[in-house]
């Protein structure tokens, strides 16, 4: 048998982003002027606050579904086309999680649309 030597083998990018990495100076953000920093701000605040009403409601959904079945054992023996009411906690959510994330995504861009105060 004849002796494997193991060798590194590396993309170009790979050694060139590494390179760089040791070169260049420490990475500094931009600054922004002081308008566009309080616009960031007030876009970032806003964000927030609509994300907090989308995350309950997720919260909401995902604990008060159980709940209610958990309640309510009676829906197992109430049937929709064949199948337990019950059953629907195993598909309802991602339907809503799925509308519930593009009702965020819209009111987050809203955010962002707002015109800056004069």
Same mark, same amino acid.
């Given at each position: 048998?004849?002796?494997? =030597?193991?060798v590194v083998v590396t993309s170009p990018q790979t050694r060139?982003?590494?390179?760089?990495?040791?070169?260049?100076?420490? %990475?500094?953000?931009?600054?922004?002027?002081?308008?566009?920093?309080?616009?960031?701000? #007030?876009?970032?605040?806003?964000?927030?606050?609509?994300?907090? &009403?989308?995350?309950?409601?997720? /919260?909401?959904?995902?604990? #008060? /579904?159980?709940?209610?079945?958990?309640?309510?054992? #009676?829906?197992?023996?109430? =049937?929709?086309?064949?199948?337990?009411? &019950? %059953? /629907?906690?195993? /598909?309802?959510?991602?339907?809503?999680?799925?509308?519930? &994330?593009? %009702?965020?995504?819209?009111?987050?861009?809203?955010?962002?649309?707002?015109?800056?105060?004069?």
């Open positions: 048998m004849s002796p494997h =030597r193991r060139l982003a590494h390179a760089r990495r040791r070169h260049r100076a420490a %990475w500094r953000p931009p600054a922004l002027d002081p308008a566009d920093a309080r616009r960031a701000l #007030g876009v970032y605040k806003a964000q927030r606050v609509r994300a907090v &009403s989308a995350v309950a409601a997720l /919260l909401v959904l995902m604990v #008060g /579904l159980p709940l209610v079945l958990r309640a309510n054992p #009676g829906l197992d023996d109430v =049937r929709l086309l064949g199948v337990p009411v &019950s %059953w /629907l906690a195993l /598909l309802l959510p991602y339907p809503a999680m799925v509308a519930l &994330s593009w %009702w965020q995504l819209r009111r987050a861009e809203k955010a962002e649309d707002v015109e800056p105060d004069p």
